[in-house]
């Protein structure tokens, strides 16, 4: 059986955002073992799976990713949607859009320190849709 619904982020600003109880929050009863797909249906954002004990992780995260994909590079030729509009397509790249999660004994099958994160890469991104699919 394959359960799917559309989410809802809430707006955030720039960063890396601890997301696992809102993410637990909008999921159906979830079956004894399957697998949970997460789904961005964004091109300026991302999931990723971390560490979810130090905040300083999240801040870490945010400078490491500005670091690797610069704004105002000269060659950038994507630019009238603004300085952020296009490191946050290749920063979405370079992360993904896509997580799946193992299911066991009807809860999410996460190590002891993981949490879900949404990856905001613009200054102001909005909203955000994530499809949820549960596989049993």
């Avoid at 979830?30 to 997460?38: A, F, I, M, V, Y």
């Avoid at 370079?94 to 949490?115: A, D, E, F, H, Y």
Wanted: a negative charge; one cysteine or more.
């Amino acid at each position: 059986m394959i359960v799917q619904k559309e989410i809802t982020l809430r707006s955030r600003s720039r960063g890396f955002h601890l997301i696992t109880d809102e993410i637990l929050a909008h999921l159906p009863a979830l079956p004894e073992t399957g697998l949970l797909n997460l789904f961005m249906k964004h091109t300026s954002a991302a999931l990723t799976i971390n560490e979810n004990a130090d905040p300083d992780v999240h801040s870490d995260m945010g400078k490491i990713f500005d670091r690797i994909v610069r704004e105002r590079d000269p060659f950038y030729e994507h630019t009238f949607e603004g300085d952020d509009d296009m490191p946050a397509h290749a920063k979405s790249t370079i992360t993904g859009v896509s997580l799946t999660i193992p299911i066991t004994s009807r809860k999410l099958n996460l190590g002891i320190w993981q949490g879900i994160y949404l990856c905001e890469f613009r200054n102001y991104g909005g909203n955000r849709k994530i499809v949820v699919t549960v596989y049993n």
